[in-house]
């Protein structure tokens, strides 16, 4: 922490002393700012702070039906229950009912319908959670069920969709494909995935004097919450303060729906005159929330004789859920990335927001991405094992390239490309040819066990793909003690987002981070923020943060140069401490005390658009992201053919972070970001019933990643000497979604290793997740020589709907 220097310490003496203190700016591996109180349990979520007197706790009673009419409710048995406060219904809200986040259709609790199993559809508070759940338990509610569509086939063909559908289209993709020397279709069932934040949902909620609220909420989006707390409650947002000091995990599962419960507590909470909390238990939570999108995606592509791609037809068709949530962001986003990293000169790719009677599925590490990523990455393993070509080579002849092969299907021009470079690199590092050639002898050698390799890249755009998103404000003060606040409009989620923005305001005013304290998420301090997503926090709320900073140290020099009568250029901020010429030196603290006794502001707001951003919906084409991030990794697997269990026995990964801003936590990301994605693709599998109710709603049943499924041999390593986006904070890229679609080459390797077994040519199918039984059904389908049947033929679909 810097220190006061007292007036007899010389210039020498200061610069060693603060030297030896400063380590904490820009690129230096500063450890998270809460990771002693996180692993010791002192840091606090909202379920540990302390209860409030006469606190109210709240449980929803779920819908049992996944499309009913509601023909009867009486809630009068409640009331019977012991500790029983208040029970709430739709017709019991003062204000707006739906809390849908852009488009309507995600009423608080249940009018009149149900719409999936888990809708909440009334809520009773109580003295304890237990007696709020009996509570619920008494009500008395009958149904008359109505047909529901529980899978994407079924929808598409019934044509619900909770949306328009959307089409990008580059070149004539039909013409090439029919005069092309090959041609493949298919398709690909792509598994949602549970977000299995450690906390789950919550909200504390405080009614003020004034008929506001004081909401203590676990969210990636404050605004939108308190937008919608003033909503349902009928009064202005200025009534509605949301406090979020951290989140216990989020991954996108809190950026919308965080809101329902917040909104649920702050109406009893206005009703009441009481402080409520409302938690979900994990089996409520799983039940009731939304996931990753599940996707069926089918494909037609043409190639040539070196599996050069010479057009594409690509149908995205993303479970929506029952309401449009963030869907056709979603889907968009699915679109964007059905490229990956390959020049797709004629292409068509078509989106569908499908609806379904499920959880509205929502935003989750990816946004989407993934899903489109995961066709093409199949496309050219297909490709490959139809040549009888290595996958790797197949994938780099299709590389965009810095020529005419520079162009998405949606028309921006890829920049700062070396994609190229960077495979190249890694299949050396990782020795990828000379294990190809082990691997080979291995499964020429043993009956049963079989290993695969894949290397597969990554191009992951960053920005919200809704353009107006892309904003973000910060509030950075600084004390006469030389101290430091710093607030900004994002979350911390564990991502470590408090760490960077503080280590850049500590960069730009050359101190010590410990003298800066990064506050609570505060609706009040910064106001109308965007959410926490899209991999953009450090982006968006490190420049704006870096902006109000900068605010601040100029009117410091201005100050200085006026003061001492010197140039502004001569006046320095070097490891907290000023040098103003030859006429003084002193430390930060004496400065700013200095600046404060002559009447100089030490307090700003700062600002931050992301510029050079659009994209035209009706024409289909524009410049959605900012730039690319870009990554490669090899994965190599075993696995057992009697079975279908495998295990990932070695991972090599090269990412592009621009330049770091912490090299120890964008580590932490790749790696934690890696292992998420092939919990997805091998583990994750979300079970529903014949009835659409959620069978995996727990961690009995539901299979997360574990410590033993990290592979052995986990090499990482983060590009460097690279040429890095000029006008991005310090020149640094987002690091938080794009290493998850590093994991798909787990995806592909098992892929790999499955064909090894077909002695007939037949190219194997593998769904997502790749759990032992999709590899043990897959080995038995190339072994047979048959081919998945229950996928309707591509002219069949909505393709041109």
Not at 196 to 224: A, H, K, M, R, W
Not at 761 to 778: C, D, I, K, M, R
Request: charged share 20%; proline share 5%.
């Amino acid at each position: 922490m810097s220190r006061k220097t007292s007036p007899s310490m010389t210039l020498e003496e200061m610069s060693a002393q603060a030297k030896q203190d400063l380590a904490t700016g820009v690129g230096k591996s500063v450890k998270h700012e809460s990771a002693e109180k996180q692993v010791s349990g002192e840091a606090l979520y909202i379920d540990d702070r302390g209860e409030f007197p006469n606190q109210l706790h709240v449980y929803a009673l779920m819908s049992p039906l996944a499309h009913a009419t509601i023909t009867h409710l009486d809630v009068s048995p409640c009331y019977g229950i012991d500790g029983v406060h208040t029970v709430l219904t739709a017709e019991d809200i003062p204000g707006e009912l739906d809390i849908g986040p852009i488009l309507p259709g995600d009423p608080l609790l249940a009018d009149g319908k149900v719409m999936y199993v888990g809708q909440p559809v009334i809520a009773v508070a109580a003295d304890s959670l237990e007696n709020a759940r009996k509570g619920a338990q008494a009500a008395i509610i009958e149904y008359s069920e109505l047909p529901a569509a529980l899978d994407v086939e079924q929808a598409l063909a019934q044509e619900l969709f909770v949306t328009d559908s959307h089409q990008q289209k580059r070149g004539d993709s039909e013409n090439a494909i029919a005069n092309a020397p090959h041609q493949l279709d298919g398709a690909l069932h792509i598994g949602g995935q549970e977000h299995f934040y450690l906390e789950t949902q919550v909200s504390s909620v405080v009614p003020t004097e004034d008929g506001g609220v004081i909401v203590y909420c676990s969210t990636q989006n404050p605004t939108e919450v308190q937008k919608l707390v003033g909503s349902v409650l009928g009064i202005p947002m200025h009534k509605v303060l949301i406090d979020m000091r951290r989140m216990g995990g989020g991954f996108g599962g809190k950026e919308t729906q965080a809101a329902g419960p917040a909104c649920i507590a702050a109406v009893i909470a206005v009703q009441t005159g009481r402080p409520v909390k409302f938690r979900l238990p994990r089996r409520e939570d799983m039940m009731m929330t939304g996931k990753r999108h599940p996707f069926y995606n089918q494909y037609k592509v043409g190639f040539n004789d070196d599996g050069l791609i010479q057009g594409i037809e690509i149908i995205v068709s993303g479970n929506a859920g029952h309401s449009p949530d963030l869907s056709r962001s979603i889907v968009d986003r699915a679109m964007f990335h059905s490229d990956n990293a390959y020049f797709l000169n004629n292409a068509t790719v078509t989106g569908h927001c499908v609806k379904t009677n499920t959880a509205s599925n929502t935003a989750y590490r990816g946004f989407g991405g993934p899903q489109g990523m995961m066709t093409i990455e199949h496309v050219m393993d297909t490709i490959a094992y139809h040549l009888k070509k290595d996958p790797l080579d197949v994938r780099k002849i299709n590389y965009y390239a810095d020529n005419e092969r520079d162009e998405t299907h949606y028309f921006q021009k890829v920049e700062d490309n070396f994609i190229q470079d960077m495979t190249e690199e890694l299949e050396a590092s990782c020795e990828y040819q000379a294990r190809r050639i082990e691997i080979a002898k291995f499964n020429a050698e043993n009956p049963l066990l079989k290993k695969g390799i894949a290397l597969t890249p990554v191009k992951f755009g960053i920005s919200f793909t809704a353009t107006f998103l892309n904003q973000a404000g910060a509030l950075v003060t600084v004390y006469t003690d030389g101290s430091i606040s710093l607030n900004h409009g994002g979350t911390e989620m564990g991502q470590g987002l408090n760490t960077k923005v503080a280590q850049i305001v500590a960069e730009t005013f050359s101190v010590d981070i410990d003298t800066i304290q990064c506050t609570a998420t505060n609706t009040e301090k910064v106001p109308n923020t965007s959410p926490t997503a899209a991999s953009s926090g450090t982006d968006l709320n490190g420049k704006a943060a870096q902006n109000a900073a900068l605010t601040i140290k100029q009117r410091m020099v201005d100050f200085a140069s006026s003061h001492f009568k010197i140039s502004p250029d001569t006046i320095l901020f070097s490891n907290g401490i000023v040098s103003c010429g030859d006429q003084a030196t002193m430390t930060f603290a004496d400065f700013a005390e200095l600046c404060w006794f002559n009447q100089i502001s030490l307090a700003s707001t700062g600002f931050y658009r992301t510029p050079k951003i659009y994209y035209d919906h009706d024409a289909a084409r524009g410049r959605p992201f900012y730039y690319f991030a870009w990554g490669v990794s090899c994965s190599e697997v075993l696995i057992d053919t009697l079975t279908g269990e495998y295990k990932v026995l070695r991972v090599d990964v090269l990412h592009d972070v621009g330049a770091s801003l912490n090299p120890a936590i964008d580590i932490g990301q790749v790696e934690g970001g890696f292992i998420q994605g092939m919990g997805w693709l091998t583990t994750e599998e979300l079970v529903w019933n014949d009835a659409g109710q959620l069978m995996t709603s727990g961690p009995a049943s539901y299979k997360i990643p574990a410590v033993a499924d990290t592979p052995d041999i986990f090499n990482v390593h983060l590009v460097e000497n690279r040429t890095n986006p000029e006008d991005t904070v310090f020149h640094s890229k987002a690091v938080g979604e794009p290493p998850f679609m590093l994991a798909i080459s787990v995806w592909s390797a098992i892929r790999d290793a499955v064909n090894s077994v077909s002695e007939n040519g037949e190219v194997p199918y593998l769904a997502a997740p790749a759990t032992p039984e999709q590899v043990y059904n897959a080995i038995k389908r190339v072994r047979k020589g048959k081919r998945p049947t229950e996928f309707p033929l591509f002219e069949d679909t909505l393709a041109t709907k």
